[in-house]
């Protein structure tokens, strides 16, 4: 990262604080509109992990026969589920939130990192409720729980931050190209299956281990699980370098987006 870089990430520090109301009343926004005129309301932030983990284990869990370290399946699939979906949704609706408020970006100036982040931050609702839902798991299937808890809103930091700095890019470019509006559910799948999701990183052959460290979100997943089932066996040195990767993405997507700021509201 060069001094530029620096400078420019604390100036966005900076203007996220100055104007943190504004983000807090786009975020609530976001989270009235997606369960407006619904039957379910917020449910739907525990049935699609919910459903999803069901499938999971009645799938891969009984009849593929796909290990899960001695965890119980459901606490398994749907402990990496819960940031998962965060994951995939922030992206997605970070990605798509200029496209999504153009009229209000040719209206009225106000730092555009605010659309992203007001969409990254409606969506930890969400996640807390599905992490909430775990807990009832973890209570039911009596699972030891040990100091590694503490690393939960530690991990959700890093997934956030994760999340929003590929949301940003994806959002830059998709005011310059359509194209990501298709591109992006496609990158997503084939995310879903490059991380340990449905399967431990365990099954991945040894040779082929480095290429989980390509992936950020493979270590980050792998101790989301281990924070709430300690038995999980991680790779603090694949974790670390997850965190660098992590936060280079984050620095250079935003950087990206304050680069093309400019010229949004021409391009939107």
Do not use: C
């Amino acid at each position: 990262m060069n001094a530029n870089a620096t400078m420019a990430e604390r100036g966005t520090v900076r203007e996220l604080w100055a104007f943190r109301e504004l983000i807090y009343f786009l975020a609530w926004r976001d989270v009235k509109v997606r369960y407006k005129q619904t039957a379910f309301g917020v449910l739907w932030a525990v049935i699609q992990p919910l459903f999803t983990m069901v499938v999971f284990t009645v799938l891969f869990g009984q009849l593929a026969k796909i290990p899960t370290e001695g965890i119980p399946a459901p606490i398994f699939y749907f402990s990496a589920l819960v940031p998962w979906i965060y994951f995939s949704s922030t992206v997605t609706n970070v990605g798509m939130s200029l496209v999504a408020n153009g009229s209000l970006l040719t209206k009225i100036y106000f730092p555009r990192i605010i659309l992203p982040a007001a969409a990254a931050i409606s969506n930890l609702v969400d996640f807390l409720i599905g992490s909430v839902f775990l807990v009832g798991f973890i209570v039911y299937y009596e699972a030891p729980l040990g100091w590694s808890l503490l690393l939960w809103p530690i991990l959700v930091l890093l997934l956030t931050l994760l999340a929003l700095g590929l949301g940003a890019f994806f959002a830059a470019l998709n005011v310059k190209y359509r194209d990501v509006k298709y591109a992006l559910p496609f990158f997503l799948q084939l995310l879903l299956f490059a991380t340990p999701i449905i399967y431990p990183s365990s099954l991945i052959p040894e040779r082929f281990q480095w290429l989980m460290t390509l992936n950020p979100l493979s270590a980050l997943v792998e101790v989301f699980r281990h924070a709430v089932a300690p038995t999980q066996i991680v790779s603090w040195d694949a974790m670390a370098v997850s965190v660098v990767t992590i936060l280079v993405l984050f620095v250079a997507g935003v950087a990206y987006f304050r680069s093309t700021e400019k010229a949004m509201a021409d391009l939107v």
